[in-house]
């Protein structure tokens, strides 16, 4: 999963990048300090791999992992190449899904790229400089369609299918709030169209504001956010900062004394999985606990896959038991004894905490 942090210029991107990395990223109070895109890899948080490892005392534990790539702040005109434009819009392209940073408070010491904070106001500048670098896009798509249908009436379809997809974008309307056919769907996909990314959106707000919940700013974001069936967190970047630099015991403390369950980067992970529909399965022995992401939806044998292809091509079939019945039963014998592990073939769909043995031939 490749996560690409965007938003305007200061507003706290780089620093929540830095706390969920720890990457050291620069992030300093002024516009254009992230040039070229920071990347980093973190590993997910799923307390079901401790508890799997104190039952079977593996070598290692390997859990899943999540990219963030922090992109540089978009400005006004950055499709047109303002501040530092078509650059930038093009490591979006490479990303799963978009986290949009939304600043939601108000700090005179912090210079905003528009002089206010507005959440409306800065996702729709956002939003409509992924608009524009898609029309561009579009144009060009639309007059290769149209000299192949001089030779080929197939092509119609796509003309028609570029064409309505440009009237959406024209008016506003992201790709991604359209709807497709299977078969469109594949013509889409193929375009790398920045607004058919998924998004979510992090409101950034204040220390003192993080348990608040009648802040503005925030119900102003959130309201974006439901009309346009995205998902929200609220985080507060300066003390995700602060988090960073504890220890697991310390961190838990911690978020237990500002009255926080879960860190902004459980949050930020949990959502994500939501918005890109994916799970986790895992696989458990004395060698490796270890958790692998799969989309919601995958069959045994291509979840095989994920480990090897050749236990996809050689598969047999695959013995699960959930992890919730494991812990309760304390082993996995005891779990085979009460016939909660189950044997299951190439048709099965697999479910999140799935705990699995696979059975291939070499």
């Given at each position: 999963?490749?996560?690409?942090?965007?938003g305007?210029p200061?507003?706290g991107?780089?620093?929540?990048?830095?706390?969920?990395?720890?990457?050291?990223a620069?992030?300093?109070?002024y516009?254009?300090c992230?040039i070229?895109?920071?990347v980093?890899?973190?590993?997910?948080?799923?307390?079901?791999?401790?508890?799997l490892?104190?039952?079977?005392?593996?070598?290692k534990v390997?859990?899943?992992?999540?990219?963030?790539?922090?992109i540089?702040?978009?400005?006004k005109?950055?499709?047109?190449g303002?501040?530092?434009?078509?650059?930038f819009l093009s490591?979006?392209?490479?990303?799963?899904?978009?986290?949009?940073?939304?600043?939601?408070f108000?700090?005179?010491d912090?210079v905003?790229?528009?002089?206010?904070v507005?959440?409306?106001?800065d996702?729709?500048?956002?939003?409509?400089?992924?608009?524009?670098?898609?029309?561009?896009?579009l144009?060009?798509?639309?007059?290769?369609a149209k000299?192949m249908?001089k030779?080929?009436k197939?092509?119609?379809?796509?003309?028609d299918l570029?064409?309505?997809i440009?009237?959406s974008?024209?008016s506003g309307?992201?790709v991604?709030?359209?709807?497709f056919?299977?078969?469109?769907?594949?013509?889409v996909?193929?375009?790398?169209l920045?607004t058919?990314?998924?998004?979510?959106y992090?409101?950034?707000?204040s220390?003192?504001?993080?348990?608040?919940?009648?802040?503005h700013?925030?119900?102003?974001?959130?309201r974006?956010?439901?009309r346009e069936?995205?998902?929200l967190?609220?985080?507060?970047?300066?003390?995700?900062e602060?988090?960073?630099?504890?220890?697991?015991?310390?961190?838990?403390?911690?978020?237990?004394?500002l009255?926080?369950?879960?860190s902004?980067?459980?949050?930020?992970?949990?959502?994500?999985y939501?918005?890109?529909?994916?799970?986790s399965?895992l696989?458990?022995?004395?060698p490796?606990?270890r958790?692998?992401?799969?989309k919601?939806?995958?069959?045994?044998?291509?979840?095989?896959?994920?480990?090897?292809?050749d236990?996809?091509?050689?598969?047999?079939?695959?013995?699960?038991?959930?992890?919730?019945?494991?812990?309760k039963c304390?082993?996995?014998a005891?779990?085979?004894?009460?016939?909660?592990?189950r044997?299951?073939g190439?048709?099965?769909?697999?479910?999140?905490?799935d705990?699995?043995?696979?059975?291939f031939n070499v």
């Open positions: 999963m490749k996560l690409g942090i965007a305007l200061n507003v991107k780089s620093t929540l990048f830095n706390a969920i990395t720890k990457a050291g620069e992030a300093a109070n516009p254009f992230t070229e895109p920071n980093g890899i973190v590993p997910v948080p799923d307390e079901r791999l401790g508890r490892a104190e039952m079977y005392d593996p070598v390997t859990p899943a992992i999540v990219e963030f790539v922090d540089a702040g978009l400005v005109g950055a499709s047109k303002e501040g530092l434009g078509n650059k490591h979006i392209r490479e990303v799963d899904a978009i986290v949009h940073v939304v600043r939601c108000d700090d005179s912090i905003h790229v528009d002089g206010s507005s959440p409306a106001r996702v729709e500048t956002i939003n409509l400089e992924l608009i524009f670098a898609d029309l561009e896009m144009e060009r798509r639309i007059d290769k000299k249908l030779g080929d197939k092509y119609q379809a796509e003309v570029y064409e309505r440009k009237e974008l024209e309307t992201p991604r709030a359209m709807s056919t299977e078969e469109e769907k594949q013509l996909d193929q375009l790398f920045l058919s990314k998924p998004v979510l992090a409101a950034n707000v220390e003192d504001d993080l348990q608040n919940s009648e802040n700013f925030v119900e102003e974001l959130r974006i956010a439901d069936g995205a998902e967190i609220v985080v507060c970047a300066k003390i995700e602060e988090i960073a630099q504890f220890e697991d015991e310390e961190k838990k403390l911690f978020l237990e004394a009255g926080l369950k879960e902004g980067l459980d949050k930020l992970v949990r959502a994500s939501r918005l890109l529909g994916l799970i399965f696989t458990a022995g004395h490796e606990v958790a692998w992401t799969i919601r939806g995958t069959k045994a044998p291509q979840a095989a896959g994920k480990i090897h292809s236990m996809e091509r050689g598969f047999i079939r695959a013995e699960i038991v959930s992890y919730d019945d494991l812990m304390g082993s996995y005891a779990a085979r004894e009460k016939g909660l592990v044997s299951e190439k048709d099965y769909i697999m479910q999140d905490g705990v699995t043995l696979f059975r």
